[in-house]
Nanobody, 120 residues
Framework: QVQLVESGGGLVQPGGSLRLSCAAS????????MGWYRQAPGKQRELVAR???????NYADSVKGRFTISRDSAKNTVYLQMNNVKPEDTAVYYC??????????????WGQGTQVTVSS
C-alpha cells in the first residue's frame, strides 16, 4: 500500500523559514511528478509548487522567489523550502505524487496534510 506522509509544519514568524518534507512509502516501483498544494481557511485548494521527474518546476505566483521545491528520488521524498514566509502562507499543506505501485497502474496519491501557521 502506498502512503505519503508530510512533516515539518508548525508555527513560524513572518519572515522566517520552514522546510516541509513528504516521504512516500510502500510497494512503489516509480514516482513521476510530485507537488505541494495548500488550503487556507475559507479558500479553495491551490497548487503551490510541483516538480517533474526530470527536475522541472512550477510555482504559484504568490510564492515565486520565496519557496523552492526539490526532491530526492532515491528516498522517494519531496521537499518545500519556505523562506520569507508571510501570514497569507498560513494553510494546511498537502503533498501529492503520481505513483506507480507494484503490479498496479499509475495513481494519484495525497498525504494527510501538515499545518503551517505564520504569525507573530
Amino acid at each position: 500500500q502506498v502512503q505519503l506522509v508530510e512533516s515539518g509544519g508548525g508555527l513560524v514568524q513572518p519572515g522566517g523559514s520552514l522546510r516541509l518534507s513528504c516521504a512516500a512509502s510502500g510497494s512503489i516501483l516509480s514516482i513521476n511528478g510530485m507537488g505541494w498544494y495548500r488550503q487556507a481557511p475559507g479558500k479553495q485548494r491551490e497548487l503551490v509548487a510541483r516538480i517533474s521527474s526530470g527536475g522541472g518546476t512550477n510555482y504559484a505566483d504568490s510564492v515565486k522567489g520565496r519557496f523552492t521545491i526539490s526532491r530526492d528520488s532515491a528516498k522517494n521524498t519531496v521537499y518545500l523550502q519556505m523562506n520569507n514566509v508571510k501570514p497569507e502562507d498560513t494553510a494546511v499543506y498537502y503533498c501529492n505524487a503520481a505513483v506507480l505501485p507494484t503490479r498496479l497502474p499509475w495513481g494519484n496519491y495525497w498525504g494527510q496534510g501538515t499545518q503551517v501557521t505564520v504569525s507573530s
